[in-house]
Nanobody, 115 residues
Framework: QVQPVESGGGLVQPGGSLRLSCSASGSVFSIYSMAWYRQAPGKQRELVAAIISGGSTNYADSVKGRFTISRDNVKNMVYLQMNSLKPEDTAVYYC?????????WGQGTQVTVSS
């Protein structure tokens, strides 16, 4: 089963920015809609942002106006630009297909927002 590889997380102060990247083998990204998910300690995994095959996007209300999802089908990459980060954005971030989860879960990338 294909597993994505997420990267780009780190420790950032409130108000800061990070850009997450997700890669996967094969032509997964050119076939399926893709999304970023996150899981905070003690909470269920939740949808953060999705990019549909036609290019339209969906965002969780909590990140609208701050996060931007994009994709590069040639490079088999999906990105999440995160601006104006808040402590409540602290979580492990994962990518996968959307709306149906067709890939295995990768290791994720930890994002910690703290002063």
């Amino acid at each position: 089963q294909v597993q994505p590889v997420e990267s780009g997380g780190g420790l950032v102060q409130p108000g800061g920015s990070l850009r997450l990247s997700c890669s996967a083998s094969g032509s997964v990204f050119s076939i399926y809609s893709m999304a970023w998910y996150r899981q905070a300690p003690g909470k269920q995994r939740e949808l953060v942002a999705a990019i549909i095959s036609g290019g339209s996007t969906n965002y969780a209300d909590s990140v609208k106006g701050r996060f931007t999802i994009s994709r590069d089908n040639v490079k088999n990459m999906v990105y999440l630009q995160m601006n104006s980060l808040k402590p409540e954005d602290t979580a492990v971030y994962y990518c996968n297909t959307y709306p149906h989860l067709r890939l295995g879960w990768g290791q994720g990338t930890q994002v910690t927002v703290s002063s």
